[in-house]
């Protein structure tokens, strides 16, 4: 079990503060194996998870049935931080277990003594929070105004290679056909190489 305390969150908190909290208001650790359901879009949130261990996608699913991987998270990573409080309560996503992992589940009661109680966890918190706001909106930038063929190269620049067709077609929300066709394009066009059955930037 890997100790709650190696979460960003608690960088740097004054721990014995947060230890008498979570006496109080325990907190409780849970592991999941690959393709475990860890939170269902739609679901009440009341709680943040620290993912500890391993790694998880976060995914969404439209009325009509259609799969979006919008990203995948490594330990160590909070999850649902920007949902605990929010006015709806609810996940926007389904968090899935992409690896055998390790999650701390902390309440929002728990959570809300955490953020007054120590100015650190707190500074902490609002970093979490705005990272997220500023990927999610970077995320938005490639979906609304960039081109497929733009999104791909972004995505080789931000995780070296594209070793998965089907995975990589899931995270930037295109069919796999579509995704193998922009892949060859680029190939013909020299902007990408293929090399041992990875898709890389050329060059």
């Known amino acids: 079990m ?5 979460s960003p969150l608690f960088k740097d908190c004054d721990k014995d503060t947060a230890e008498k909290i979570l006496e109080t208001r325990p ?25 500890t261990e391993g790694s998880v996608y976060a995914r969404m699913i439209s009325e009509e049935g259609k799969e979006f991987t919008l990203d995948t998270l490594s330990a ?11 006015t709806e309560g609810i996940f ?13 589940t902390i309440g929002r009661d728990a ?15 609002l970093r979490i929070i705005s990272d997220h706001s500023m990927f999610l909106s970077k995320r938005l930038n490639e979906f609304a105004l960039q081109t497929l063929s733009s999104r791909i190269v972004s995505y080789i620049s931000r995780n070296g290679r ?5 995975e990589a077609a899931f995270i930037l929300g295109v069919a796999r056909p579509s995704l ?5 394009q680029l190939v013909g066009q020299g902007i990408l190489r293929k090399a041992e059955n990875v898709y890389v930037l050329a060059g």
């Open 162 to 166: 594209i070793d998965n067709l089907q």
């Open 76 to 86: 160590p990573e909070a999850l649902a931080s920007s949902f605990v409080f929010s």
């Open 111 to 125: 959570l809300h003594a955490l953020l007054t109680n120590d100015k650190k966890i707190l500074d902490n918190y």
């Open 2 to 6: 890997t100790d709650i305390f190696d």
């Open 92 to 104: 926007p996503v389904t968090i899935i277990a992409s690896e055998d992992c390790g999650i701390w």
């Open 27 to 51: 907190g409780r650790y849970d592991r999941y194996g690959k393709g475990d359901f860890i939170a269902m879009q739609g679901y009440p949130c009341r709680s943040l998870f620290l993912l």
């Open 180 to 184: 193998s066709r922009a892949i060859a």
